[in-house]
């Protein structure tokens, strides 16, 4: 079963930092494009960060949006096949699910918009409170 199962999320202070997780099983995340998107209440479904496949043109590349830059980190362990958004300074408007994504097409160019994911995970809560 293809599929992508999150971990990590929680409850955090303003300025601290957390890390999530996304283990993906049924396929191998090697080559695909990989993205983390967010949704806060009432709001839509945003993109946060995304990680190009490699031979994709744009090679391996990140890219985040902009209200995360400089803050945020997107990776992958290959050999754990498990990606990962570790992110630092964190505001109350990082309040959100985050959800991460995967493009089944392999060696793609990522972008930080929904309809460039086949796969998602089921999303986990990160609130941060003082």
């Known amino acids: 079963q293809v599929q992508l199962v999150e971990s990590g999320g929680g409850l955090v202070q303003p300025g601290g930092s957390l890390s999530v997780s996304c283990a993906a099983s049924g396929f191998d995340l090697d080559y695909n494009a990989i993205a983390w998107f967010r949704q806060a209440p009432g709001k839509e479904r945003e993109g946060v960060s995304c990680l190009s496949g490699p031979l994709s043109g744009d090679d391996g590349t990140a890219h985040y949006a902009d209200s995360v830059k400089g803050r945020f980190t997107v990776s992958r362990d290959n050999a754990k096949n498990t990606m990962y958004l570790q992110m630092n300074s964190l505001k109350p408007e990082d309040t959100a699910v985050y959800f991460c994504?995967?493009?089944?097409?392999?060696?793609?160019?990522?972008?930080?918009?929904?309809?460039?994911?086949?796969?998602w995970g089921q999303g986990t809560q990160v609130t941060v409170s003082s």
């Open positions: 994504a995967a493009d089944l097409l392999l060696f793609r160019p990522c972008t930080l918009r929904n309809e460039s994911y086949d796969i």
